[in-house]
C-alpha cells in the first residue's frame, strides 16, 4: 500500500519570506509521480507542481520548488516570496503506473499561513 | 471555474433525505471520479468511473449510489446517510490514456470546488 505523510498540520510564514512544506511517502514502486496541490478557501484543488520519480532534476515553478530525495522517499515543498495569496491548505500526493486511473493518494494536508 | 463544475455548492440533509449531487466537466475527459475529504484526514477516493463505467469503488457504503450518464456527468445519490458523512465531496476528471506515460504527459487531473455536504 502507498501512504503518503505530511508531519504539519499548520505552518505560518511571514509574506516575503521563505517556507518549507514536508511531505514523505512510503512506496515499492519505482515508476511513479509526486503532486504538490493547493485548496485555498475557494475549495478547489489546484496543482502546484510535480515530479517524476525518474528524474534526478528537481522541478521548479516560478516562486514554487521541491526538494525530492528519493532515497529518504522526503518531497518537500518551498515557497519563495510567499504572497497573501498562497495561504490555503497544501496536500502532498502520489501515483504510480499501477495505480489505474489517475488514482492519487493524497496526505492529511498542511494549512499555510501568511502572516502581512 | 476550471471547467469542472458542482452542485449544489452547500447541501445540508436529514438522515432519511434523499438527495443528489452533481458533477459536470466539459473538459473532454473521459474519466471522473468522486473524492470524500473530512477534515484531519486525506481525501478518499470513493468512486472512477472511465469511458462511463465504474472501474473502482473503494468500499464505500450502499447508501452512495454513484451514476454517469455519459462523459460529462456524474452524480451522486445520497440515502439515508449518517452524520460523519457529513464531509466536502470534491468531484475530478481527467483524460486517460493508454500508457503511463502519456497519462501523464497529458496530466489533467481537473477538480471541481466540491459539494459541502452536513447531515443532521
Known amino acids: 500500500a502507498q501512504t503518503v505523510t505530511q508531519s504539519q498540520p499548520e505552518m505560518s510564514v511571514q509574506e516575503a519570506e521563505t517556507v518549507t512544506l514536508s511531505c514523505t511517502y512510503d512506496t515499492s514502486e519505482s515508476d511513479y509521480y509526486l503532486f504538490w496541490y493547493k485548496q485555498p478557501p475557494s475549495r478547489q484543488m489546484i496543482l502546484v507542481i510535480r515530479q517524476e520519480a525518474y528524474k534526478q532534476q528537481n522541478a521548479t515553478e516560478n516562486r514554487f520548488s521541491v526538494n525530492f530525495q528519493k532515497a529518504a522517499k522526503s518531497f518537500s515543498l518551498k515557497i519563495s516570496d510567499s504572497q497573501l495569496g498562497d495561504a490555503a491548505m497544501y496536500f502532498c500526493?502520489?501515483?504510480?503506473?499501477?495505480?489505474?486511473?489517475?488514482?492519487?493518494?493524497f496526505g492529511k494536508g498542511t494549512k499555510l499561513s501568511v502572516i502581512p | 471555474e476550471t471547467g469542472v463544475t458542482q452542485t449544489p455548492r452547500h447541501l445540508v440533509m436529514g438522515m432519511t433525505n434523499k438527495k443528489s449531487l452533481k458533477c459536470e466537466q466539459h473538459?473532454?475527459?473521459?474519466?471522473m471520479y468522486w473524492y470524500k475529504q473530512s477534515a484531519k484526514k486525506p481525501l478518499e477516493l470513493m468512486f472512477v468511473?472511465?469511458?462511463?463505467?465504474?472501474?473502482e469503488n473503494n468500499s464505500v457504503p450502499s447508501r452512495f449510489s454513484p451514476e454517469c450518464p455519459n462523459s460529462s456527468h456524474l452524480f451522486l445519490h445520497l440515502h439515508t446517510l449518517q452524520p460523519e458523512d457529513s464531509a466536502l465531496y470534491l468531484c475530478a476528471s481527467s483524460q486517460e490514456e493508454d500508457s503511463f506515460l502519456a497519462k501523464l504527459a497529458n496530466y489533467g487531473y481537473t477538480f471541481g470546488s466540491g459539494t459541502r455536504l452536513t447531515v443532521v
Open positions: 468511473y472511465n469511458f462511463k463505467e465504474q472501474t
Open positions: 500526493a502520489f501515483t504510480y503506473s499501477g495505480a489505474g486511473s489517475y488514482q492519487l493518494t
Open positions: 473538459l473532454g475527459h473521459n474519466a
